[in-house]
């Protein structure tokens, strides 16, 4: 066993070499098989009688009429066309070329390439060392803080628009968090648990609530029934709220449930204007539980402080959890953002921030603390400034997210928007420094500023989580792939080809056989060479073994 556990590295080290040895060679194959294509052109060319042949072809070339290179040039346009439509559909669907991808997965290996390192690359940590880079967790979807209700607000978008605001993967990923949620600490199932398990699963809305009322039908203290027609069935937040006191009244002891049951009745006072008893909700839910901030219901808080203009309490909220040893969202960073802009918009002057405007105006510390904090927060994530200043049309927020991705953009926009518009001169002063964040990190993929470089799996991830109507914001922007340019290129080449030879047929027949005959011209002056240069009985003796 140790003999042969010892010759496995050797054995690899092997492999590893020649694959290195066979991609170092591959670049020099193309001209050593060129060269020797066209050594072989020569050899061969008195005993297969290439020259006889090649005449026939210029006879058959010359009897063709033109009708038939209008055909072909057309032909070669609609195909070449067809690709084209096809790689801007992919490229448009899932942000890559297809002709691409194939190629890097198919021929990649064949060529002894490997995955590239970026996304298992170093970066600096915090205390300057290099540390790994999280590849999969800087791609993780999160539960929005701030989701809306579905019975309630969701599906009454679809009643009035007729489109669906929540895709399929948003609501797996959903129910996976309720059952999760609300049966994984049970240690053994009750007939309503096994019920209601089922019923998150369900795709129908309505076998969903069906099945909620069977697990009352079993057990008319079942919680979780009651929480899931408050979420899907009610059609107002009257309702919800209704339905959800009637949980809470029965929950007993179940953390998971009394957590999400008070939270989602704060979030019910909220949207029915009773924000003092929100916040004070949302502060004793807090309290009560400590250990829960990954549930991020200081964002919740956050929100709410904004309506009532609270800028002290959400100050002091910031300092608690806008720490360097604690996770960002676009909620922290932007909110931070804005209470430094509020303090000097209205003195602030409208101009492109840059070393020459602040070197002529000389800008304040706190107005640039405020345009520090706008680059800080538009480096987090880059799709949120065109929300606030209404260059993109906003939809109702996912009920996941994806940190830095748009997704968290749109949920962000969506809720905070009106805070920003009620500081005087907040966007005016964000709309004039938000694109010098971008000078500072010009390779954002690479490198950031502030934080990690910019991940470059969100679009991926938006699409998913994004209804299909809704145009993903995409950073950095993608330049068109190479092959839809090539293709583009060739339909109008050819296109314009058959139609120059429909116009001007006899033009155009001499013009193809003078670039024939020029194409061929190289050929022909290599074969004289090698016939100067080499003796003829050599050659002779060659063909003739």
């Known amino acids: 066993m140790e003999d042969t556990a010892g010759s496995n590295p050797q054995s690899l080290g092997f492999t590893e070499k020649l694959k290195s ?33 090649l005449t026939s072809a210029s006879v058959f070339l010359n009897t063709l009429t033109p009708k038939f290179y209008v055909a072909l040039t057309g032909t070669s346009s ?23 991808q194939v190629s890097v997965s198919h021929l990649r290996p064949l060529l002894g390439g490997v995955e590239s390192s970026s996304t298992t690359g170093l970066f600096a940590s915090v205390n300057g060392e290099a540390e790994p880079r999280p590849s999969v967790s800087e791609c993780k979807v999160w539960r929005n803080p701030l989701n809306l209700f579905r019975g309630a607000e969701y599906n009454r978008y679809t009643w009035v628009t007729g489109k669906e605001p929540l895709t399929y993967y948003d609501m797996n990923l959903s129910a996976q968090d309720h059952q999760t949620f609300f049966t994984g600490d049970t240690p053994q199932l009750r007939p309503e648990d096994a019920v209601m398990q089922k019923a998150w699963r369900e795709r129908n809305p309505q076998a969903r609530i069906r099945a909620a009322y069977q697990a009352i039908e079993m057990n008319h203290e079942c919680a979780a029934a009651y929480v899931l027609l408050a979420e899907e069935e009610a ?9 959800f006191k009637k949980a809470l009244s029965i929950a ?21 204007g009773r924000i003092k008893e929100a916040v004070k909700m949302m502060r004793d839910l807090m309290k009560e539980f400590p250990l829960l901030g990954m549930l991020n219901i200081h964002e919740n808080l956050l929100e709410a402080l904004l309506e009532l203009q609270a800028y002290a309490d959400v100050q002091a909220v910031l300092a608690k959890y806008d720490d360097i040893s604690l996770p960002k969202s676009a ?26 405007a602040a070197s002529r105006r000389g800008l304040s510390t706190a107005e640039m603390n405020a345009v520090e904090a706008i680059h800080r927060a538009v480096e987090f994530n880059p799709h949120v400034p065109k929300y606030l200043l209404e260059m993109k049309s906003l939809i109702l927020p996912p009920e996941h997210i994806l940190k830095r991705g748009d997704s968290e953009a749109v949920a962000y926009a969506f809720f905070h928007l009106q805070h920003w518009k009620r500081a005087e001169g907040a966007l005016n002063l964000l709309h004039c420094t938000w694109e010098g964040t971008f000078r500072i990190i010009p390779y954002p993929l690479e490198k950031g500023h502030l934080f ?5 799996c969100t679009e991926t991830a938006d699409r998913e989580l994004l209804p299909s109507f809704h145009e993903v914001s995409v950073y950095p922007k993608k330049e068109l792939p190479f092959f839809i340019l090539f293709t583009a290129g060739l ?18 027949g001499v013009f193809a ?33």
């Not at 609609?78 to 691409?100: A, D, H, P, Q």
């Not at 059609?235 to 339905?243: P, V």
């Not at 990690?452 to 470059?456: F, K, S």
Request: glycine share 4%; hydrophobic share 50%; with cysteine.
């Open 235 to 243: 059609t107002t937040i009257t309702e919800a709220e209704r339905l």
């Open 491 to 508: 339909c109008s080449f050819t296109a314009m080809l058959a139609m120059l030879t429909h116009q001007f047929p006899e033009l155009m």
């Open 252 to 272: 007993g002891k179940d953390i998971n449930l009394l957590v999400y049951i008070k939270r989602r009745l704060a979030m019910c006072a909220r949207k029915l």
């Open 513 to 545: 056989k003078a670039f024939f005959s020029t194409l061929f011209a190289p050929l022909g002056f290599f074969a004289d060479k090698m016939e100067s240069f080499m003796p003829s009985s050599f050659w002779h003796q060659l063909t003739r073994i």
């Open 21 to 53: 040895w066979l991609s170092w060679s591959w670049t020099y194959v193309c001209f050593i098989w060129f060269g020797m294509v066209l050594i072989m052109i020569y050899v061969l060319w008195s005993p297969l009688k290439l020259q006889e042949s």
């Open 452 to 456: 990690y470089p910019y991940p470059g």
């Open 78 to 100: 609609l195909i070449s066309g067809l690709i084209l439509i096809f790689e801007w559909w992919y490229f448009r669907k899932y942000g890559t070329s297809f002709i691409e």
């Open 331 to 356: 909620t922290i960073c932007y909110t931070s953002a804005l209470l430094k802009a509020r303090a000097v918009s209205d003195k602030f002057v409208c101009l492109r921030f840059s070393p020459e």
